[in-house]
């Protein structure tokens, strides 16, 4: 059974960073293509960055392009959402789901095993 947990998530200014993990459990994340989404308050669910298996294939929402940086720590099998120069449209819940990254952009339909979300608040 496939398990994500996101985790990270906090309070913190403008132009702050934060670091969030996708901790899985039920599959290796070398074969698996994960994607981070995010939620704002009375919005529909948007895809932040994917990463596409052992090949480290990236991908971005223009949004966040240059401010966040995915990754894959294989030793403990958790994906890594690296946050930096946070404003207040990236708040929101960040979830986690396994899914092909091409539609990252497009659709949140083709993912699934999400997580629970961890909740992250741009504010001064």
């Known amino acids: 059974q496939v398990q994500l947990v996101e985790s990270g998530g906090d309070l913190v200014e403008p132009g702050g960073s934060l670091r969030l993990s996708c901790a899985a459990s039920?599959?290796?994340?070398?074969?698996?293509?994960i994607g981070w989404f995010r939620q704002a308050p009375g919005k529909g669910r948007e895809g932040v960055s994917c990463?596409?298996?052992?090949?480290?294939?990236?991908h971005y929402a223009d949004s966040v392009k240059g401010r966040f940086t995915i990754s894959i720590d294989k030793a403990s099998n958790t994906v890594v959402l690296q946050m930096t120069s946070l404003k207040p449209d990236d708040t929101g819940v960040y979830y986690c789901?396994?899914?092909?990254?091409?539609?990252?952009?497009?659709?949140?339909?083709?993912?699934?095993?999400w997580g629970q979300g961890t909740q992250v608040t741009v504010d001064s």
């Open positions: 039920g599959v290796n994340l070398a074969y698996f293509q």
């Open positions: 789901a396994t899914g092909p990254c091409r539609t990252i952009g497009s659709s949140t339909n083709f993912f699934t095993n």
């Open positions: 990463i596409e298996r052992a090949d480290d294939n990236t």
